[in-house]
């Protein structure tokens, strides 16, 4: 089930989670097509790859416009053939709360993100269609996408709407024996170097240092190297009856995000009028609304030793564990 002959193109591949996806390909076999806005970083992740004894071409551009899109599937036939996997992953952040959020911070998040992943996954499916070899499609989402977080409307808009297309995708390419699904990873790079709560990890990490089982199990937050392997299972022919789906992984997890659904219905001979719903709105739905948010557990003291971590797991969690 190895990736040898398959040939991948990794969006924003110069450095952090994408470096780490295009070097995990290209170990397993894959000619990977690195992109990047950066020269330098694109030269360096090619030598990296090359180095190794894996096959590897740049293509330096921003990823949103077409033409880009158009450029990346033409180095990949014409550096290597032709063309099965597509990892969309370039993205940037510009975070501030909503009041203080201009147009250009929304609109250059979602041209690189949502536009970016819409152009490149519509030029290669439209490719892998006339290959007709099947193929796979894999867009990296975030919990933002998920749940939401403070001061990140455009970047939340975003990888939500990356997330619902992967979903549409699916549906569309299943004839053409193509896969489409979503990745959501939680690792230390420069984009969660930026949250408070996360930095500390993220230093650890930049000096070496093994994180603690608190990031890592309870958590879920880990290096770019423990996203990688998602991916490139993802891009395997294993994983050829999976599609439409949202995998979560970060240290020592892995988890499957459910696909949005109704908790608590109620039914009504006529509808609701105003009157029924702040009347009966509360007892009927008082208990199930949802929280918004990604939960932020508290690291134990280090009086509590191993065990307080493992207690601190949700039971899910321990559960797997055990099996």
């Excluded at 269609?129 to 990140?152: A, D, L, M, V």
């Excluded at 984009?191 to 093994?210: C, I, L, S, W, Y």
């Excluded at 999976?242 to 009504?268: K, M, N, Y």
Aim: glycine share 12%; net charge negative.
């Amino acid at each position: 089930m190895s990736l040898t002959g398959k040939v991948a193109i990794v969006t924003g591949s110069g450095r952090g989670l994408g470096l780490a996806y295009a070097q995990e390909l290209a170990r397993q076999g894959a000619s990977v097509v690195v992109n990047d806005v950066d020269q330098a970083a694109a030269d360096a992740a090619v030598a990296s790859i090359t180095e190794a004894g894996g096959k590897a071409a740049a293509v330096v551009a921003p990823v949103g416009p077409a033409e880009t899109a158009k450029a990346l599937v033409a180095a990949a036939v014409e550096s290597f053939g032709r063309l099965d996997v597509l990892v969309s992953n370039a993205g940037v952040l510009r975070d501030t709360v909503l009041w203080k959020m201009s147009d250009e911070d929304f609109d250059t998040v979602v041209g690189v993100h949502l536009r970016g992943t819409f152009t490149c996954v519509r030029e290669v499916a439209t490719y892998l269609r006339e290959q007709g070899e099947g193929g796979r499609i894999i867009c990296i989402g975030s919990p933002t996408g998920q749940r939401g977080n403070f001061g990140q409307t455009n970047y939340a808009a975003a990888k939500a709407g990356i997330v619902g297309m992967v979903r549409t995708w699916a549906l569309e390419l299943k004839k053409a024996n193509i896969t489409a699904n979503a990745v959501i990873p939680v690792a230390a790079t420069a984009m969660t170097e930026t949250v408070p709560f996360f930095k500390q990890f993220v230093d650890a990490a930049a000096r070496g240092e093994q994180m603690p089982p608190f990031a890592r199990r309870v958590l879920g937050f880990g290096t770019p190297d423990d996203v990688a392997g998602v991916v490139a299972f993802l891009a395997s022919d294993a994983a050829a009856g999976i599609t439409g789906q949202a995998v979560g992984v970060g240290g020592d997890r892995l988890a499957l995000w459910s696909h949005p659904q109704e908790v608590v219905t109620a039914f009504q001979d006529g509808g609701w009028s105003y009157e029924d719903l702040t009347e009966g709105f509360d007892s009927l739905f008082g208990q199930a609304l949802q929280t918004v948010g990604q939960p932020v557990p508290q690291p134990p003291s280090d009086k509590a030793g191993p065990a307080a971590a493992q207690q601190a797991q949700p039971r899910s969690e321990q559960k797997a564990e055990q099996r």
